[in-house]
């Protein structure tokens, strides 16, 4: 009889999500992999965002356990958009991102954006083949979130706190949410956003401009 380690099958995900990889920078294509609770607002982020990356040619993978309403708004905001559905699996894998991926026009694409199924916990130890993690962070999901669910933060080249227009309404501290991060990661890129008002919008845009093209580094 064999026995499949879990372990077995995380290193045929990373196998997998280097080959991913690999075809990324063949294509010179940067990746972020977006990761959060349900409803943070990592596809609201992606409308508000895809007005002044205009300039840019954008492709997003999708994915939800049910649903094509996510890639349905990202269309509709003028990314390209793949929806994969998970049938009530609480992560993407990187065999999901290599099918996915032959839906777009990768070789024309400067960003990608890898949508994880909102879960705080299980996207983190599979690597899709991205270069980089977003990890975004609600106000409303409260300020132990990040050290209670070290992983994501840990992970996370960059962090975007969102919601931040629903701080007088929120015993929230902004402050302290912020070190409990660096605590956490202290290289990590944090910005402060709220898509209703806008604030921080223009300095997340401006830092996913320099990563377009240079595989996820800054140029
Ligand atoms: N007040 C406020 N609401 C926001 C903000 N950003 C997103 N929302 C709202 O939060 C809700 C969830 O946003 P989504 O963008 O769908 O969240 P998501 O992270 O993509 O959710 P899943 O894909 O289900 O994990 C929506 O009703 C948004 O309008 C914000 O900055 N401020
Ligand atoms: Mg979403």
């Known amino acids: 009889m064999k026995v499949i380690m879990e ?3 995380l290193r045929a995900n990373t196998d997998q999500a280097e080959q991913n990889r690999e075809l990324f920078n063949k294509n010179n294509v940067s990746v972020i992999n977006m990761i959060s609770s349900p409803g943070s607002g990592k596809t609201t982020l992606l ?5 002044s990356l205009r300039d840019y040619n954008i492709g997003v993978v999708v994915g939800d356990l049910y649903t094509a309403r996510d ?7 003028g990314l390209h958009a793949v929806q994969v559905n998970t049938e009530g699996m609480c992560h993407l894998n990187s ?3 290599a099918r996915a991926v032959k839906e777009l026009p990768l070789e024309q694409l400067d960003l990608l954006f890898i949508e994880n199924v909102g879960n705080l916990v ?6 899709l083949g991205e270069h980089t993690r977003v990890a975004v962070l609600s106000i409303t999901e409260g300020i132990d979130k990040p050290s209670k669910y070290p992983g994501i933060f840990r992970d996370a080249g960059t962090t975007v706190i969102n919601k ?12 302290t949410c912020i070190n ?3 605590q956490i990661n202290t290289g ?9 008002t806008k604030e921080g919008l223009d300095e997340w845009c401006s830092w996913l401009k320099s990563i377009t093209k240079g595989n996820g580094q800054e140029a």
């Open 7 to 9: 372990k077995d099958l």
């Open 47 to 51: 409308e508000k965002s895809a007005d």
């Open 71 to 77: 890639a349905e708004r990202i269309e509709k905001a």
């Open 95 to 97: 065999s999901m991102v």
């Open 122 to 127: 299980c996207p983190v130890n599979f690597d």
């Open 164 to 175: 931040i227009d629903l701080l007088p309404h929120l015993d929230f501290d902004l402050d």
């Open 180 to 182: 409990e991060i660096k």
């Open 188 to 196: 990590t890129n944090i910005f402060v956003t709220s898509t209703t």
